[in-house]
Nanobody
Framework: QVQLVESGGGLVQSGGSLRLSCVASGTSFTSNSWGWWRQGSTGQRELVARINSGTSTYYANSVKGRFTISKDVAKTTVYLQMSALKPEDTGVYSC???????????WGRGTLVTVSS
């Protein structure tokens, strides 16, 4: 059973930083792609950052230069370091992975990030 458990969300002032963590189990950490999605006030979910089975990364234009995705294979944990946070970064951030063999997508429950102005 695949489990993705996020932590690290909270309330922060504009310009502040947070680091989100996602501990994964039940799937191939080294073969899968990993990412963070967020759902804001519009209700739409957008891909914020992604890292493939190697080290190639993708970032949404809105977070480039401010967010960094990384992974620790030994801890089977994916991180999202967020800096220079803005109120528009507010939302529920969910960890995502795509199984490299079946193509199935898996999601965590999410962690709430609130950025006050």
């Amino acid at each position: 059973q695949v489990q993705l458990v996020e932590s690290g969300g909270g309330l922060v002032q504009s310009g502040g930083s947070l680091r989100l963590s996602c501990v994964a189990s039940g799937t191939s950490f080294t073969s899968n792609s990993w990412g963070w999605w967020r759902q804001g006030s519009t209700g739409q979910r957008e891909l914020v950052a992604r890292i493939n089975s190697g080290t190639s990364t993708y970032y949404a234009n809105s977070v480039k230069g401010r967010f960094t995705i990384s992974k620790d294979v030994a801890k089977t944990t994916v991180y999202l370091q967020m800096s220079a946070l803005k109120p528009e970064d507010t939302g529920v951030y969910s960890c995502w992975t795509q199984d490299a063999y079946s193509g199935t997508d898996y999601w965590g429950r999410g962690t709430l990030v609130t950025v006050s102005s």
